[in-house]
């Protein structure tokens, strides 16, 4: 089965032009793909945005992370690692699903346990409206990628 390193942020906390970098994914080429620090293009996402962002508190985080746990079990595919963080969430997976699948069906587990246990209103984005995901071909990137979900993230943050 294929092995995919999966990230999603939440709604709002990571807008084109952010100081961290972001992609422009219409980009033709990869020297154009990744977009340089821009003020003025943040603010204009910020702007643009028609709810407030979205943070994950640590119940929130507990109900993500338990409906990620259930959904990959439930298709059979293997969890190597899972981070569920204050805005973001990393994944490390072994699926028999193209990655798209995979990155679209964890966001809409975790939305719908969120709603479910009424942490989040129903006209709130929990999500930014994609994600990325990267398929793994060797045995040290997965080891890479997992380590980086494990370690790389900084403290483990409380559930309550």
């Not at 798209?100 to 009424?118: Q, Y």
Request: aromatic share 6%; hydrophobic share 40%.
């Amino acid at each position: 089965m294929p092995v995919y390193f999966v990230t999603f942020t939440c709604y709002g906390t990571w807008l084109h032009g952010d100081a961290r970098g972001s992609h422009d994914r219409k980009a033709t080429s990869l020297a154009r793909k990744i977009l340089s620090p821009d003020q003025r293009l943040e603010a204009e996402m910020r702007r643009r945005m028609n709810r407030p962002a979205m943070a994950l508190s640590g119940p929130m985080r507990k109900v993500v992370r338990e409906a990620i746990l259930e959904h990959v079990s439930f298709r059979g595919w293997e969890l190597r690692e899972l981070n569920v963080r204050s805005n973001h969430v990393h994944l490390v997976v072994l699926a028999d699903a193209d990655g798209s699948r995979v990155l679209n069906s964890v966001k809409a587990r975790a939305t719908r346990a969120l709603r479910e246990e009424r942490l989040v209103a129903r006209d709130q984005p929990v999500w930014s409206e994609r994600g990325s995901y990267s398929l793994l071909e060797s045995a040290k990137d997965a080891a890479d990628a997992s380590e980086y979900v494990r370690n790389g993230q900084g403290p483990d943050l409380p559930d309550d």
